[in-house]
C-alpha cells in the first residue's frame, strides 16, 4: 500500500522560487528546507548560494562597466550558480525534501494502519449514537447482518443483533450468547457494556472486548 504523494503544488512552488526571483530567493529557500530536514548540507549549500549572490550584489556596484576578469567571472558564477544552478538543484532533492514520493508500507504497518482506522470508525459510531440513536438505528449502526452502507468499524448492536452476529465478538462463546439473547428477552435492553456485564456475570476478560466491538441502541 502506497500514501499518496504530499505536498506536491508547495513543493513545485519552492522548486521554481529560485528561478522566478533570478536566483535571489534561492539563499533562502535552501536554508528553509536546511531547517525543515535539520540538514548541515543543505546548509551549506544554502551558505554557499548566498555568498556567491553577495559577491556578485558586491561587484555589481562596484562596477559600472565591468571589464574582463576575475570580477566579472565572479559576476556571472555568482548570478548564474544561483539562479540556474538553484533552480536546477531545488528540483532534483524537491521529491526527497517534501516527501511527494508514495511511502511505501511494509504488511504489518498496513495491518496497523488499518486497525487504528478501523477503531477510529467505531469511535465515530458511538458518538453518533449517543447524539442521535434514531439517525444511528436508520443507519443501522452495529447489524452487519443487514444491508447497509454506513461503515461502523464492525460495531455490534447487544440490543437487536441476532445470535449469530453477537457470537463473532472475541470471547463471546455460545453459552454466553444464550445468555445474552435471554436476558433480553426477559429483562428488556441495555444501556451499556458494564450493565450487560454485571447483569449476567460475564467473565472480566470480557469486559475489554465488550467495550471495543459492543453497542446498545434503544
Known amino acids: 500500500m502506497n500514501h499518496p504523494p504530499r505536498s506536491t503544488a508547495g513543493s513545485f512552488l519552492w522548486a521554481f522560487s529560485p528561478l522566478v526571483t533570478f536566483g535571489f530567493a534561492t539563499p533562502f ?16 549549500a544554502a551558505a554557499m548560494y548566498a555568498a556567491g549572490m553577495v559577491a556578485w550584489l558586491a561587484i555589481a556596484n562596484s562596477y559600472e562597466d565591468p571589464v574582463p576578469g576575475i570580477p566579472a567571472a565572479v559576476m556571472v558564477i555568482g548570478l548564474f550558480g544561483s539562479w540556474i544552478g538553484g533552480t536546477l538543484h531545488s528540483l532534483l532533492i524537491r521529491a526527497t525534501v517534501f516527501e511527494t514520493r508514495p511511502v511505501r508500507r511494509t504488511p504489518n504497518e498496513q495491518a496497523l494502519e488499518h486497525a487504528r482506522y478501523r477503531r477510529q470508525l467505531r469511535q465515530e459510531a458511538r458518538e453518533l449514537v449517543k447524539r442521535d440513536p434514531k439517525l444511528a438505528k436508520e443507519l443501522r449502526v452495529g447489524r452487519p447482518d443487514l ?11 447487544f440490543n437487536h443483533a441476532p445470535a449469530r452476529v453477537i457470537g463473532t465478538v472475541p470471547g463471546m462463546t455460545p453459552d ?3 445468555r445474552v439473547l435471554s436476558a433480553r428477552r426477559e429483562s428488556g435492553l441495555f444501556t451499556s457494556a458494564e450493565e ?7 467473565p472480566v476478560d470480557l469486559n475489554d472486548e465488550l467495550d471495543e466491538y459492543s453497542v446498545y441502541l434503544p
Not at 450487560?196 to 460475564?202: I, R
Open 196 to 202: 450487560l456485564s454485571v447483569t449476567l456475570d460475564l
Open 147 to 157: 444491508p447497509r452502507q454506513y461503515d461502523d468499524g464492525g460495531l455490534i448492536d
Open 176 to 178: 454466553l450468547v444464550d
Open 29 to 44: 529557500t535552501m536554508g528553509f528546507v536546511a531547517a525543515k530536514r535539520r540538514s548541515w548540507g543543505l546548509g551549506v
